[in-house]
C-alpha cells in the first residue's frame, strides 16, 4: 500500500507545526518571565523573613516574665551562677514561641567565669544545623573583666 | 511553507529579542536586590533597638546594685580624706561629716552605667551621656538622656530612640543611710553628755538596742566601741564603729573589690563615729584608694 502526499498537504503540515511554535513562544515570552518574577520576589521575602525568624523568637524570649522576674536578668542569673537553677521552663517558653523541630539557645563565651552553657534545645539532634540564627548580649553583674554575655539562639 | 516560514521566523526572533529584554529588565533592576537587602537591614536595626530596649534596665539594675554595694561599704563616699581602713568618719566630736548619698550615688552610678553602655555598643550602635535621678519616696530610678540613641550605618539608615529607662526599685541604701543619720544624731547627743567612759558605753549599748528594735526585720544596726582614747574615765574619747546591714531578702549580687570575685550579698553601711569630751584626740587615719571602674 502507497501513500502518497502532495506538496499542498506538506505546506499545510509545516504551517501547523510553526504555529504550535509560535504559540508556544509567545506563551513562554509572556509566562516564564512572570513565573521568574514571582520566584525571584518569594526568594527575597523567605530571605527577609528567615533573616528575622530568629531575632523575633530571641525578642519573644526577652520580653517573657517568670515569677516576676524579667527573661534578661533570669538567663543573666543561671550563667553567672556557680549552681545554676532549674529553668526547664525556658525551654517550654521557646517550644511555644518557635515552630520549628530544632532550635538551641546558648550562651557563655571562653570566659571561666562563664563558660558556654547550653539553656535549651529541642530536640538532641546533633545534625540538626541552623538555618538561621541570632546573637545579642545580656547584662550580667558588674564585675571588672566581663559586664556581658553573649546569647545565641539557632533555628533549624 | 513559503507563506507564513518568514513571518514566524521573524516573530521569534522578534519573541526573543523581546524576551531577553524583559528578563534583563525583571532581573536586572538592581533597586529590587538593592531594596531587599536594605530591607533586611532596616528590620536588622530595628530589631536590635529592640534589644537594647530590653537590656539596658538589667544594666541599670547591675549598675544601682554595685554603687550601693561600694558606697555603703565606703560610708557612703567614693573619696574622702578623713577615713580609716577605707570607713569614713560620720562624726568628729562635734563636727559632722554626713555624706550627701544621693549625689555620691548618682556619680559613681553613672560612672559604671557608662561602662556597661560601651560594652553593649559596637560599630552602628551608639549611646548618648545619660543623666540618673532617684526617687527615694516612690522608689523610682529613672536613667535618662536629651539625645537619643542611635543605629545607624551611614549609607543606608539612621534609627533613634528616645534614651530614657525609668525603672522601679527599692533605694535601700537612701533608708539605711537615713537610719545611720539618725544613729549617728543620737550617738553624738546623747553619748557625749555621759559623765563616764563606762556609762557613754552603756549608753550606746541602749541605743544600739533601742535601733534594733525600732527597725526589726529591715535592718541589724550593731556599734562596736574602742578604747577609751581621752585622758581619764571621766574625760573620755573614743571611736565607734557602726554597721548598718540590711537584713531583708534583699541581695544583691555585686563584685567585692576586696575579694576579687562576684559575691550574692546583703548591703552593709560601715562608718566611724568619735565621740566624748577629750576633744584633743585626733582621729587615727589612713590612706584609700579610690576604686577604678
Known amino acids: 500500500m502507497k501513500f502518497r502526499i502532495g506538496k499542498k498537504a ?3 503540515v509545516d504551517d501547523l507545526i510553526a504555529l504550535a511554535i509560535l504559540g508556544a513562544v ?5 509566562i516564564i518571565p512572570a ?12 530571605f527577609e523573613n528567615k533573616y528575622n525568624t530568629a531575632d523575633l523568637a530571641m525578642l519573644a524570649l526577652l520580653s517573657l ?3 516576676g522576674k524579667e527573661m534578661p536578668q533570669i538567663l543573666a542569673d543561671y550563667v553567672t551562677s556557680d549552681i545554676p537553677s532549674d529553668i526547664s521552663f525556658v525551654s517550654t517558653d521557646l517550644e511555644k514561641i518557635i515552630p520549628s523541630k530544632c532550635f538551641s539557645l546558648t550562651t557563655g563565651s571562653l570566659n571561666t567565669r562563664a563558660p558556654t552553657r547550653l539553656i535549651s534545645i529541642k530536640p538532641y539532634i546533633t545534625d540538626c544545623s541552623p538555618d538561621t540564627s541570632t546573637k545579642t548580649k545580656i547584662p ?3 564585675n571588672p573583666e566581663k ?3 553573649t546569647l545565641e539562639l539557632k533555628i533549624s | 511553507m513559503k507563506g ?7 516573530i521569534i526572533i522578534g519573541g526573543l529579542a523581546l524576551y531577553t529584554i524583559i528578563l534583563a529588565v525583571v532581573f536586572g533592576r538592581t533597586e529590587i536586590n538593592v531594596r531587599a537587602l536594605v530591607e533586611k537591614e532596616v528590620l536588622s536595626a530595628i530589631n536590635k533597638m529592640e534589644f537594647v530596649k530590653r537590656e539596658i534596665p538589667l544594666a541599670v539594675r547591675y549598675s544601682f546594685y554595685q554603687t550601693s554595694y561600694d558606697l555603703a561599704n565606703r560610708g557612703g563616699y567614693e573619696t574622702f580624706e578623713t577615713s580609716y581602713n577605707c570607713v569614713p568618719y560620720w562624726q568628729v566630736f562635734s563636727q559632722n561629716n554626713i555624706p550627701d548619698i544621693e549625689t555620691n550615688l548618682k556619680n559613681v552610678f553613672l560612672k559604671i552605667f557608662s561602662k556597661y553602655t560601651s560594652d553593649l555598643s559596637d560599630s552602628t550602635l551608639s549611646f548618648p551621656k545619660f543623666q540618673v535621678n532617684f526617687d527615694k519616696v516612690a522608689g523610682k530610678i529613672n536613667v535618662f538622656s536629651s539625645d537619643d540613641i542611635v543605629i545607624q550605618n551611614p549609607s543606608f539608615y539612621v534609627l533613634k530612640e528616645k534614651a530614657s529607662f525609668p525603672q522601679n526599685m527599692e533605694l535601700r541604701i537612701f533608708s539605711m543611710s537615713d537610719v545611720g ?3 549617728t544624731e543620737k550617738l553624738s547627743q546623747e553619748v557625749s553628755s555621759q559623765s563616764s567612759y563606762s556609762s557613754a558605753l552603756q549608753k550606746i549599748a541602749t541605743l544600739q538596742d533601742d535601733f534594733n528594735t525600732k527597725y526589726s526585720g529591715q535592718f541589724s544596726i550593731v556599734a562596736q566601741p574602742e578604747n577609751n582614747l581621752g585622758k581619764d574615765e571621766n574625760n573620755f574619747a573614743f571611736r565607734t564603729v557602726v554597721v548598718i546591714t540590711d537584713i531583708t531578702d534583699n541581695k544583691y549580687p555585686v563584685f567585692d573589690f576586696s575579694q576579687n570575685k562576684n559575691v550574692n550579698t546583703n548591703l552593709k553601711l560601715n562608718f566611724y563615729v568619735l565621740i566624748g569630751k577629750d576633744t584633743s584626740v585626733l582621729p587615727q587615719t589612713s590612706t584609700c584608694e579610690v576604686i577604678q571602674y
Open chain 1, 10 to 12: 506538506i505546506v499545510i
Open chain 1, 26 to 30: 509567545i506563551g513562554a515570552i509572556i
Open chain 1, 35 to 46: 513565573i521568574a518574577l514571582k520566584i525571584h520576589i518569594i526568594n527575597l521575602i523567605q
Open chain 1, 65 to 67: 516574665k517568670n515569677e
Open chain 1, 140 to 142: 550580667v553583674p558588674y
Open chain 1, 147 to 149: 559586664l556581658s554575655e
Open chain 2, 4 to 10: 507564513i516560514a518568514p513571518l514566524i521566523i521573524g
Open chain 2, 181 to 183: 543619720k539618725e544613729f
